[in-house]
């Protein structure tokens, strides 16, 4: 079904590692910033896939952020970053 290979980094992962740049800004990954096990912020997004106060799947463009907690909401979300709160037990990237 889904191909289980590790992601190899691209052109412009490899650029930014040379020039010591964060790759999430030259090429559009998504950032995640944890604040403890209550808080969840998320750049450069792609969309929401699945949304519920038990799990919320967020599109991170070549693979899912898979968040998992109890009485997750999502406070705020714009095109670029989003918000998510509640208690965060496992985030799975796939």
């Known amino acids: 079904m889904g191909d289980k290979r590790?992601?190899?980094?691209?052109?412009?992962?490899?650029?930014?590692?040379?020039?010591?740049?964060?790759?999430?800004?030259?090429?559009g990954l998504p950032r995640l910033e944890l604040v403890g096990d209550g808080e969840l912020?998320?750049?450069?997004?792609?969309?929401?896939?699945?949304?519920?106060?038990?799990e919320i799947h967020v599109s991170g463009g070549a693979?899912?952020?898979k968040i998992t907690?109890?009485?997750?909401?999502?406070r705020a979300m714009t095109g670029l970053e989003l918000l998510v709160t509640g208690r965060i037990t496992q985030i799975q990237l796939g």
Do not use: C, Q, S, W
Not at 14 to 22: G, M
Not at 41 to 54: D, V
């Open 63 to 65: 693979f899912v952020v």
């Open 41 to 54: 912020r998320m750049e450069n997004h792609k969309g929401i896939l699945a949304y519920g106060t038990e």
């Open 6 to 27: 590790p992601r190899r980094p691209g052109l412009l992962e490899k650029t930014a590692e040379l020039l010591d740049l964060p790759a999430d800004a030259l090429t």
């Open 69 to 74: 907690g109890h009485d997750l909401e999502l």
